[in-house]
Structure formats: C-alpha cells, structure tokens
C-alpha cells in the first residue's frame, strides 16, 4: 500500500520508537540484497550526490528516504571508500528540516576549499497550499565527517523565465572561478540547465543558460554535470518527456550527454553533437562525476527510475548504485570501463575456451550469484552469439549480438519476478562488431555489461530465484570460440 504524504513527509524523530529498526529487520532478510553495490538499509536510494575525493578518500552520497520504498522526505547517506571497491556507510550526512529544505535535502554535489568538502545542494520546500520553493543550500563537511549547513540559502530565488523546477547544482572550479550547472524548465515547460559563477562558493551570481541546440527536449533536465576532457566539453543530464524513437529513449526518463566544444563560459554558447544516452540498459538515471587524484573522470549512476515498481517495494527497500565507471572520449562518444579498482574485489577464478557450433553449452561448474566475467567471442561464424546467465530450467537473462541486424540485444523477459511492464523486457542498440568482448559484473540482484571495452554499456536489475544460477554461452545457425575468465565476489 502507499503511503501518505503526511507519512511520506516525516522526519526521522518522528518515528514511533522501533519503526526504523523493524523496517531494517525486515530489509536484511530480503533475498534480493546486493553483495558487492551500495544499497540503502531501509527505504528508497536515488541519486548518487556529492561524490568527492577529500581527505584521503572518496565520498559518495546518496538521496535516502528511510521509511519505505518511495519518494518522500529525502536525506543525503554518507558512504566512503579508500579504494572505490570496498565501501563503508559513514551515516545520515545532510538532514532536511531547516526552513530552507523542509521537505527534503535534494541533490547536490560537492568540492574541496580550504580543507573542508563543501556540499551545494538543493533544499527542497513546499508551502502551504503544497506548492513547491527550490532553495540552494550549501552544506560543509570537515575531517571528522562533521557537517553543518549554513543558515542562508546560496541562491534564494529561481531567476525568472524558469519554473519551481530548478534544482541539482553541480559545482566545479576552473580557474580562480567556480560555476555551478542547475537543471530547470523553463516557464514554457522544456527543460534545460543554468550557470551560476561564484568567487568564493557564497555569493553566486546568474549567468543565464547553456545555450544547446536543444530547445525542445522534454519538460525537465535533471541533474546536470559539466566537465572537459581531451579538449572537449561535457555537458551531462536526464531529461524527462522525451518519446521513444525506435531503440532510442525506451526508459520512463532518459540519461545522456552532448559532446562538444569547451563550453564559453561568457556567451554560455555550447556547440555540441547530437544527444547521446549514456547506457542501454533498463535501470539508469542521475549520474554524477568526479575527478580522481590521479586524473581519471568517474561516474556513479543510480541504478534504477523514478515512477517505477520493483519486487524489492514489498520488502521495504528500493534501488542501489552502479559500479564506479571510468570515463574516456572516443570519436565523440563517451566511452565507460569499470574502474580498475574493481579487481580488488575478485576471489576465486575460473577459465573455459570452447567452440560452439549450433547449440548452448552450459559448463558444470560455471556459475554463480555474485560475480564478475570477461567473456571473449572470436572466430564468429554465426548469425547470433550471446551468453545467458542467472539461468535455469524456467529463467535466463540473455545478452545477444545479431549479425544480421547487427545490434546488441539484452532481453530481461525470462530474468525472474516480472519487472513493470510499462518499460517493456528488450532494449536492443545497433552495433558494429566482428569480435565481442562481453565484461559482466553480475550481483544477487541486477547485471552490468560492458561491450568491447566500454562502447556500449546496459545496466539493469533483475530478480532471478536463488537457484538460477547456470551461466551458458550460445552460437546460432554457425559457430564461434567463446573465451571466458570468470571471477566470484
Ligand atoms: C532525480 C531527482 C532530482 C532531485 C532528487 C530528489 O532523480 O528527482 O532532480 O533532486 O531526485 O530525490
């Protein structure tokens, strides 16, 4: 059953004593809890906020509802990591309540000045007759993971031109500057995204919009990132009404990026190429970057969609992160490999290299729940390859290629507890290969697939039974060598 917006808009002190702690009780025994993502304990994760490195780690924080699987009063989690493959939960980090965030801690990101991580985020409001009032807060969070918000909002108002939709700054310094995207619709109810410039991160000034060519698409941008590499700019976001187009656009709201050249940030004037979205999969939304010590761009997305229902709702708990994803430009397209750290995760390995010809071979002691598989298909003399996994008498997920219409097909209709019919099973993406490398990370509860080292990524969960298990490599109408190095977590 839902909720009501009076229980949905409580704060944590109000919870009957024990509430929390049976909702808790009840997650652990869930059996679609994940072993090696972040999950929340209780409730519904969202977007990834404030990822950071500071102080010899990294920080990443989440959107959290804490009393069940809905959007309502939103907390930022705190979790950290030394590595960005073995995370701690620190705890709550911003907690909604200040007459400037009410109804909400909304998403925000961080950056480092002067020894301290600074978090700008929106603070969500709503008055009286429910209608809503954006603030954006600044929070800041010292060593001991002590954070205190600042008793004024840094920006008070939504310029005129836009509606109360305006919320998610992403903040960044170039120069002796910093700037801050911010999603927004625009009064004629289209989305797009502003830039704010500050000196010191307090007194932000308007600059106005990323002037994109992309004047109608959809009624609202969500959670806008900038950043620039190999001389390029980076414009990222999720835009919500966007129809579907064929294998385009097939999730409720979209994710994706424009390339282009550096963003002026004077003329605000962004030349940029067609939008791309960033995965293929079912489950992606919200992501977020940041740079490492070393230099790299990392994403973390949220994986999952708002509007949604999922079998983990009756359990009391919603959604999980993605895996840290590297990010690299190839011929204008954003190329995504999961971090190298991610080795430090891999326990017992197992290798097979087999020819199969007109058939599905499944290998004996080739499976698993948790785990990680790089899968090479050479010598390709067929018309379809793939590879299913969480497999078993009645359940498979399957990754496919089709040569003849050359597309990369992920088909979760056969995956195990039916998903919400209104995002359909198959989600297909056109594709040129002679050689797959197919790089998997599978948990209790969803899959991640990288092909041919991060051209195309599908990220999805899925609710297979305990026992489906088998993982199975498949060559339709010829034949083809399957190579595979599989790894348990
Ligand atoms: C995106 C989003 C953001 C907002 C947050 C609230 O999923 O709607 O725009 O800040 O979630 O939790």
């Not at 290798?351 to 390709?380: M, P, Q, R, S, W």
């Not at 008498?393 to 990369?408: A, C, G, M, P, W």
């Not at 195990?416 to 993406?429: A, H, Q, T, V």
């Not at 899925?462 to 190095?485: D, W």
């Given at each position: 059953k839902k909720m009501t917006r009076e229980e949905k808009y409580r704060y944590i002190e109000q919870a009957p004593p024990g509430e929390l702690e049976r909702l808790r009780e009840k997650v652990s025994k869930s059996p679609w809890r994940?072993?090696?993502?972040?999950?929340?304990?209780?409730?519904?994760?969202?977007?990834?906020?404030?990822?950071?490195?500071?102080?010899?780690?990294?920080?990443?924080?989440?959107?959290?509802?804490?009393?069940?699987?809905?959007?309502?009063?939103?907390?930022?989690?705190?979790?950290?990591?030394?590595?960005?493959?073995?995370?701690?939960?620190?705890?709550?980090?911003?907690?909604?309540?200040?007459?400037?965030?009410?109804?909400?801690?909304?998403?925000?990101?961080?950056i480092v000045k002067d020894n301290k991580l600074y978090l700008m985020y929106t603070g969500n409001t709503r008055d009286h007759s429910w209608v809503r009032h954006p603030f954006q807060c600044m929070a800041e969070m010292d060593q001991h993971h002590s954070i205190t918000k600042f008793n004024q909002p840094v920006i008070s108002h939504v310029p005129s031109g836009y509606t109360d939709h305006f919320r998610d700054p992403k903040v960044w310094k170039s120069n002796e500057d910093y700037f801050c995207v911010i999603g927004a619709q625009r009064d004629?109810?289209?989305?797009?995204?502003?830039?704010?410039?500050?000196?010191?991160?307090?007194?932000?000034?308007?600059?106005?919009?990323?002037?994109?060519?992309?004047?109608?698409?959809?009624?609202?941008?969500?959670?806008?990132?900038?950043?620039?590499?190999?001389?390029?700019?980076?414009?990222?976001?999720?835009?919500q009404g966007i129809e579907q187009e064929k294998e385009k656009y097939n999730n409720i709201y979209q994710s994706g990026y424009l390339v282009g050249k550096p963003l002026d940030v004077t003329s605000r004037i962004f030349?940029?190429?067609?939008?791309?979205?960033?995965?293929?999969?079912?489950?992606?939304?919200?992501?977020?970057?940041?740079?490492?010590?070393?230099?790299?761009?990392i994403l973390v997305g949220w994986m999952g969609l708002p509007d949604l229902e999922y079998p983990t709702d009756k359990e009391g708990w919603a959604h999980c992160l993605t895996l840290p994803r590297q990010i690299s430009i190839k011929d204008e397209k954003l190329i995504q490999r999961p971090?190298?750290?991610?080795?430090?995760?891999?326990?017992?390995?197992?290798?097979?290299?087999?020819?199969?010809?007109?058939?599905?071979?499944?290998?004996?002691?080739?499976?698993?729940?948790?785990?990680?598989?790089?899968?090479?298909?050479?010598?390709?003399?067929?018309e379809r390859v793939g590879v299913e996994f969480r497999a078993?008498?009645?359940?498979?997920?399957?990754?496919?290629?089709?040569?003849?219409?050359?597309?990369?097909v992920l088909d979760r209709s056969l995956s195990?507890?039916?998903?919400?019919?209104?995002?359909?099973?198959?989600?297909?993406?056109?594709?040129?290969?002679?050689?797959?490398?197919?790089?998997?990370?599978?948990?209790?509860?969803?899959?991640?697939?990288?092909?041919?080292?991060?051209?195309?990524?599908?990220?999805?969960?899925?609710?297979?039974?305990?026992?489906?298990?088998?993982?199975?490599?498949?060559?339709?109408?010829?034949?083809?060598?399957?190579?595979?190095?599989k790894w348990d977590y």
């Open positions: 994940q072993k090696y993502h972040i999950q929340p304990q209780s409730g519904l994760l969202n977007d990834p906020n404030g990822f950071s490195y500071y102080n010899g780690a990294y920080h990443l924080f989440y959107q959290w509802f804490p009393f069940g699987p809905e959007h309502g009063m939103k907390y930022w989690f705190h979790t950290i990591s030394k590595d960005l493959a073995h995370w701690e939960e620190v705890g709550i980090a911003i907690k909604p309540g200040g007459p400037y965030d009410s109804h909400g801690a909304y998403s925000g990101s961080g004629n109810k289209t989305g797009c995204v502003v830039l704010y410039q500050s000196k010191d991160l307090l007194q932000w000034v308007f600059k106005g919009e990323i002037l994109t060519d992309l004047n109608k698409f959809g009624y609202m941008w969500e959670c806008p990132d900038y950043f620039e590499m190999d001389e390029h700019g980076i414009l990222l976001f999720s835009p030349e940029h190429q067609p939008f791309k979205e960033l995965d293929k999969g079912f489950d992606f939304y919200a992501q977020q970057t940041t740079e490492t010590p070393d230099g790299r761009r971090v190298s750290e991610l080795t430090l995760l891999r326990k017992k390995e197992k290798n097979i290299n087999i020819n199969v010809h007109n058939e599905t071979k499944k290998l004996g002691d080739f499976h698993g729940t948790a785990y990680e598989l790089i899968c090479d298909i050479e010598d390709i003399k067929a078993s008498n009645n359940e498979k997920t399957v990754l496919s290629y089709d040569f003849i219409n050359r597309e990369l195990g507890l039916p998903l919400g019919n209104k995002n359909g099973n198959i989600r297909r993406c056109s594709f040129n290969a002679q050689t797959l490398k197919i790089h998997m990370f599978v948990d209790v509860s969803s899959v991640e697939i990288f092909i041919n080292d991060g051209e195309e990524v599908f990220t999805s969960r899925i609710f297979p039974n305990e026992s489906s298990q088998a993982i199975r490599f498949f060559a339709q109408k010829g034949s083809a060598t399957f190579k595979a190095v």
